[in-house]
């Protein structure tokens, strides 16, 4: 069974201008052990839905349908309720250590602070955790960086710190919104390589959230493509790289600098702009960009198609449908 | 093609907290018109401190900048010497870069008023320089907050046009818009590069990206270049370890199952940099006497400057092999 | 400028000032004031400095506010006295922002040395008590409503500079002030064309606060006989001739209502305008 089975997710949020929906209908599911990638770009909704697992949602935003947690619904669970939740089954890191960290207090302080929450341990106890956590993150000296404060560590052994807290108490799924995307290159190979090795050892499952699809190739099992808060497509991870069926994944698979013509020094990107909350097109929110839209497409919403077991996409027109050889357009 | 801007020895510090710090410790570097050199290092590497000392806003402490002939010297409070303004800068910040109480054409006009031009005919040209980025002519009379992030730093770069600028200093110029308007302002910087013949100084911390459009590439760390040479020879055979280690932590967006690795460590601290060659105390190479003497900057037959002791200068690039 | 009016007509939110009571009762008493200011020679029942009546009238239909001690109509002297009050005190700010605006933005543009030896110099007037120094200063010049005027402005430009400095602190920091530089702009120029506009939002609603000051301080100097001298019909000097008549309680009333309600209604727009314009003026202001 999975460990998180969310269906029909709908995240409505207030703005100046009166109510949006931020996050459309969205289902989704993660193993135990599996590690999920949610991609976008910025107004896609990846990070709402990461904050209504936690009832982290801005004030007067409002989650609708069902997320269920390690085989119980938790969309409804009061705040106290959320509280148990947050920390000790699902834990989440940020995009910027530097404002995750509180820059007060120790290192020793800030990971031990929830371990007695959760658990109650004694201070000694929970300093021995910490100690292992430190170690577990490749932190060196962990001894040494207990009694030292965010401030003297760099970013990426910030983010080791940040993700460190966040398995005090050894949550089962870990949703890290940005981890690396603050990070220079060498140090997110780093953070990744961790990751990578914490699900193999403590069966850790992960909901990765990232624009990155270098990042996502490199870490994630399978992958999730968002757009104006709906899923356009989702898939193993190299089946769907190698093999992208939704205009959007296509789009944005060509867009990596990378990918270009090879003589160019022009980089190819999806004409026009990812919509804002509040004024996503109808029908298929990226009709007003897709090179293959219908008639239809702009009237009704795209229901799922199912290409293999483990590949769908929500388009009706699935340009794409004939097998192609990966890389020509 | 003709070299524009040429540096030798440079080495730039700055206060922190009453503390000196050499960001850029001894750099030689040359850019000629016409071509894109990636500048490109990690946190802390000083490519940023050095972008900004080219164009004369710091000061280097020892060598010398020369552009076109002549050697840079800092801003002072009056006004630029007109050889110089054909040295330009676009900034990383495109909400710091524009002034949000004045009108655009005015901003871009500023270039053109100063050198002489009447205010009428220098608007005009504003509005010619805002179509060539793409922009429409009547921006001219808007404000900053009526645009996008992305059309905010193709402003910034109309504004460096008006002073038509031989050579432009892009400092992270894309690392604060979106995946869109980073293609679209690159993109423009690309063609303009080649309309105007200029040279451009890109400095990023995107690899990928620094790979698609740049002809040179020159490698920072810890103040040092440790590798210049065109893009094909330094991606697909490196010849320095740290440059190797950077591209081998390159993540590739293809599906295959290939890791990322990583570089364990982490920067020394600028203030205090390790004795000799200051990579050897994260380099997997690194031998004895990589501790002694810092390697200077060798050519290789191929063409490229690189400071290891594992190359020899004037001959071909070893093939490094790294466990 | 303009800016600020262009908000002031288009702010609708709960912001705006036409929203907040206080800045509507400001306006109108200001207006109130200027009017009467404006129109004294016909408004005035009698000259203002004709002796005719007899001394120290009680307040009555003849004399709504009773006369003085040479036998003149308070009340005309009131209305009298604002021809002198409002335009010299407003004068008085507009000389002081102008001087310390001024001040600040060569502190602020040029740094280093000149910098720390202008603030050397703005802490030493800070150092003093306004009253004291304008008093010092007044008496040092002679005892004329122009040397007051010097002597207020004295006193208030610092407050200007200190303001106007640390927003060009700020605004250098910005790359289009760089970018200025770069293309060639000279330190001045980037000062009037880029700077200037940034700062004329923040030192205008410090001024609107400032006026109440400048006028009370000017009757101050009036009061203590350093202003305006006999026979001017200047609030402050009436009020002081209240001080020693003090059983006598019109005479030194009213003039002080006049100066209470003209100082309370600057201070309403000021602080109206303040809140409503930019919440960030006035954490530079209280700095």
């Known amino acids: 069974m999975n460990l998180l089975t969310v269906e029909n997710l709908t995240v409505t949020l207030a703005t100046g201008s009166g109510e949006a929906q931020a996050v459309r209908n969205l289902s989704f599911n993660v193993g135990r052990g599996e590690i999920l990638g949610v991609a976008g770009e910025s107004g896609s909704g990846k990070t709402m839905t990461a904050l209504s697992m936690l009832g982290l949602l801005p004030y007067k935003g409002k989650a609708s349908g069902s997320i269920m947690f390690d085989g119980r619904e938790i969309l409804t669970s009061t705040k106290r309720e959320y509280r148990d939740i947050r920390g000790k089954e699902i834990a989440m890191i940020f995009q910027d250590p530097m404002t995750s960290l509180h820059p007060m207090l120790t290192v020793e302080v800030q990971l031990t602070e929830h371990l007695r929450h959760h658990r109650k341990v004694s201070k000694a106890a929970a300093r021995n955790s910490a100690l292992e956590l430190l170690a577990t993150v490749k932190i060196p000296e962990p001894a040494a960086a207990l009694s030292a404060h965010p401030s003297q560590f760099s970013g990426g052994m910030r983010q080791r710190i940040a993700i460190a807290m966040a398995l005090a108490c050894e949550p089962k799924l870990l949703i890290a919104d940005e981890p690396t995307t603050a990070l220079d290159v060498t140090v997110q190979a780093g953070i990744l390589k961790l990751l990578h090795q914490l699900r193999t050892d403590r069966n850790l499952s992960v909901m990765v959230i990232t624009h990155d699809l270098g990042v996502l190739s490199s870490l994630t099992d399978r992958i999730m493509i968002m757009y104006a808060g709906s899923e356009v497509e989702s898939g193993a991870t190299s089946d769907l790289l190698k093999n992208p069926r939704h205009p959007y994944t296509k789009g944005l698979i060509a867009a990596l600098p990378g990918n270009s013509e090879v003589n160019s020094k022009n980089l190819l990107s999806i004409d026009g702009m990812p919509p804002e909350l509040g004024n996503f097109p109808t029908g298929c929110a990226f009709h007003t960009r897709c090179k293959f839209a219908k008639a239809s497409c702009k009237e009704t919403l795209p229901e799922v198609l199912n290409l293999t077991s483990n590949h769908r996409i929500f388009c009706p027109v699935n340009p794409f449908s004939e097998l192609s050889n990966s890389g020509s357009n | ?323 | 400028m303009s800016t600020i009016l262009k908000k002031l007509k288009r702010s609708k939110n709960a912001n705006s000032i036409w929203r907040q009571p206080l800045a509507v009762v400001g306006i109108s008493i200001i207006a109130i004031w200027t009017f009467l200011a404006i129109f004294a020679p016909w408004i005035a029942p009698y000259n203002p400095n004709a002796q005719d009546a007899d001394k120290f009238l009680t307040p009555s239909a003849a004399h709504w506010m009773g006369t003085d001690e040479l036998g003149r109509d308070i009340w005309s002297r009131i209305i009298h006295g604002a021809r002198i009050s409002l335009p010299y005190s407003l004068l008085l700010v507009v000389l002081s922002a102008a001087i310390g605006s001024i001040i600040g933005a060569i502190s602020g543009y040029a740094g280093g040395k000149i910098d720390s030896f202008i603030m050397r110099v703005t802490d030493v007037f800070f150092a003093f008590p306004g009253i004291v120094l304008a008093m010092a200063v007044a008496a040092a010049l002679g005892p004329q409503i122009r040397n007051a005027v010097i002597a207020v402005t004295i006193v208030a430009w610092p407050v200007y500079a200190r303001l106007v400095r640390g927003l060009i602190l700020n605004a250098k920091q910005n790359d289009y002030v760089t970018a200025s530089a770069l293309l060639g702009s000279s330190a001045l120029r980037t000062m009037v064309v880029d700077l200037r506009p940034n700062l004329s939002g923040p030192v205008f609603v410090l001024a609107s606060l400032e006026v109440g000051n400048a006028l009370l301080l000017l009757s101050g100097l009036s009061f203590l006989g350093l202003g305006a001298q006999p026979p001017a019909a200047e609030w402050g000097s009436m009020v002081s001739m209240g001080a020693v008549n003090f059983d006598r309680w019109w005479v030194g009333l009213f003039p002080g209502l006049a100066i209470l309600t003209a100082v309370l209604a600057f201070n309403f727009i000021g602080d109206s305008l303040r809140d409503a314009l930019d919440p960030r003026t006035a954490k530079a202001l209280r700095d």
């Open chain 2, 1 to 323: 093609m003709k070299e524009i801007l040429n540096l030798k020895n440079v080495a730039v510090e700055y206060d922190r907290h009453g503390r000196k710090v050499r960001a850029v410790a001894g750099v030689d570097l040359t850019l000629n018109s016409g071509e894109i050199l990636g500048l490109v290092g990690e946190s802390g590497c000083g490519k940023s401190t050095l972008g900004k000392a080219i164009v004369g806003i710091l000061s280097p402490i020892t060598g010398e900048i020369v552009f076109d002939g002549q050697k840079v010297k800092k801003l002072t409070r009056g006004k630029r010497p007109d050889h110089f303004r054909n040295l330009q800068m676009v900034f990383q910040d495109p909400y710091g870069s524009l002034n949000p109480r004045r009108k655009i054409g005015m901003q871009i006009a500023d270039g053109l008023i100063v050198a002489g031009m009447s205010k009428k005919l220098a608007l005009v040209k504003a509005a010619d320089l805002l179509e060539k980025v793409g922009l429409p002519r009547n921006a001219v009379d808007r404000f900053a907050h009526q645009f996008s992030g992305g059309q905010r730093q193709r402003i910034s770069i109309a504004r460096a046009l008006a002073a038509a600028p031989t050579a432009i200093i892009a400092d992270e110029p894309i690392s604060a818009l979106d995946t869109s308007s980073q293609a679209q302002v690159a993109n423009l910087l690309v063609n303009l590069v080649d309309e105007f013949d200029m040279g451009m100084v890109f400095i990023s911390h995107d690899l990928s990206i620094v790979r698609r459009i740049s002809d040179r590439v020159a490698v920072m760390y810890l103040g040092k270049i440790v590798e210049v040479g065109t893009v094909d020879q330094i991606w697909n055979n490196p010849s320095h370890p740290y440059t190797r280690a950077l591209i081998s932590a390159i993540p590739h967006a293809d599906g295959t199952s290939f890791m990322p690795k990583d570089l364990p460590g982490d920067v020394p601290n600028p203030m205090s940099p390790p004795s000799g060659c200051r990579f050897h105390p994260r380099c997997p190479l690194a031998k004895p006497e990589c501790s002694g003497n810092e390697p200077e900057l060798r050519r290789l037959a191929d063409g490229r400057d690189v400071s290891c002791v594992l190359q020899t200068a004037g001959s071909q690039p070893v093939t490094l092999t790294l466990n």
